[in-house]
């Protein structure tokens, strides 16, 4: 028996460090493949008028990059990272069905960096930089490959959607970069599998004029940022990590000016406001509340050593481990809830403790 006992010890102990080593190359892997691209997305050096821009920042919110500049290329949450990486995974796969397609060379795949000169103007130089997916030759053509993997609602919108005309002003650059007569957007869904295409002719002329805007709106005007490219409820601007600073207006900003508000819409914020203060107080009273509530229920256990309470409105508490949980709420708990808050709020309103004043000039305060 205690042969027996000691030959399973043994492999399970062998078990656990390839365990060890296997964690250890993933996580090893995962963060030298996260970190193969480290340069900004656009760079300026204003004493050699030098402006270089990345392939895949061509067609992004021009604000943005000015805030690249201003704060510095943004550091991503570790959940993000993850989610690219996950598209890396993907990259690979893909990578490796172009090697067997019949009729298909190629020429380099997702591991050089190019980089080419896009226009000269106003003593400035525009430099583009990238790395292609994929360059193929096929019939004699070269072309671009740029893999996508994107969630099931992009792929239904695909088609006709802001965010595939990004794709294409980035498949555009990287088609000038390589000299290619255009790209394929190879998109895929992360949840369905369902693969969808998109094509982009080289248009060199395009790619150059948006060049020129950049030294325009952001070289030659380094001290302002730019209009938004994007309305403010767009895809862009919801996960841009710039959107504290962009939608908060600069005083000494002179590039753009708050827009008059109409009535309809002055309304519509007034009562968000107001939401938004009744929201913060309930918030403030709600933890105040929860707390007490907490230390009465585990009062209440530590006394008498009951495990669930019954309130008379329907509403059950679980007590595990010195916790609580809520298990049921019923549609009388909810009216008497509601009744509460409205009360509450009207009372806030009455005492003066919230409050929204319009100005002459339709701007909306807050106090």
């Known amino acids: 028996m205690r042969r027996k006992k000691s030959s399973k010890t043994k492999v399970k102990k062998s078990l656990r460090q390839f365990v060890t080593a296997l964690d250890l190359h993933f996580t090893k892997t995962i963060e030298s493949e996260m970190g193969v691209e480290t340069q900004a997305p656009i760079s300026l050096s204003p004493k050699e008028k030098l402006l270089t821009i990345r392939a895949s920042s061509v067609g992004v919110c021009r604000r943005f990059l ?7 290329k943004p550091e991503l949450a570790p959940e993000v990272q993850q989610r690219l990486y996950n598209g890396v995974i993907l990259h690979r ?27 000269e103007v106003e003593g400035w130089t525009v430099w583009l930089t990238g790395t292609p997916d994929a360059v193929l030759e096929w019939k004699g053509k070269r072309i671009v490959v740029d893999f996508k993997g994107l969630s099931r609602w992009n792929i239904d919108a695909f088609e006709d959607s802001p965010l595939t005309r990004h ?50 709106k952001i070289a030659l005007i380094p001290e302002n940022p730019p209009l938004r490219d994007y309305p403010m409820d767009s895809f862009f ?26 009535g309809k819409t002055l309304d519509h914020l007034k009562a968000m406001a107001r939401l938004v203060l009744q929201l913060h107080t309930l918030i403030q009273k ?9 230390r009465q229920i585990i009062n209440i256990h530590e006394q008498t050593g009951l495990k669930t309470l019954r309130c ?53 305060v807050v106090r």
């Open 93 to 119: 796969a893909m990578e490796e069905i172009l090697h067997h397609m019949p009729g298909v060379k190629v020429l380099f795949m997702d591991d050089t960096n190019l980089q080419k000169k896009i226009i």
């Open 167 to 216: 794709y294409q002003d980035q498949a555009n650059a990287y088609a000038v970069l390589t000299g290619s007569i255009g790209a394929v957007i190879a998109a895929r869904s992360k949840e369905t599998g369902q693969m969808k295409y998109a094509i982009q002719a080289v248009k060199p002329k395009q790619l150059q004029q948006w060049c020129w805007s950049l030294i325009e």
């Open 312 to 364: 008379g409105d329907g509403h059950y508490t679980q007590i595990r481990n010195r916790t609580w949980k809520r298990l049921v709420m019923d549609q009388k708990t909810q009216r008497v809830l509601d009744a509460w808050y409205k009360q509450r709020v009207n009372r806030l309103l009455q005492k003066g403790k919230a409050q929204y004043v319009e100005s002459e000039s339709s701007y909306l």
């Open 286 to 294: 709600a933890e105040a509340a929860e707390s007490e509530l907490k």
């Open 237 to 262: 601007c919801r996960w841009c990590p710039f959107k504290q600073e962009c939608w908060l207006l600069r005083k000494e900003s002179l590039s753009e000016k708050p827009a008059s508000i109409k």
């Open 66 to 72: 000015w805030y690249v500049q201003e704060y510095g």
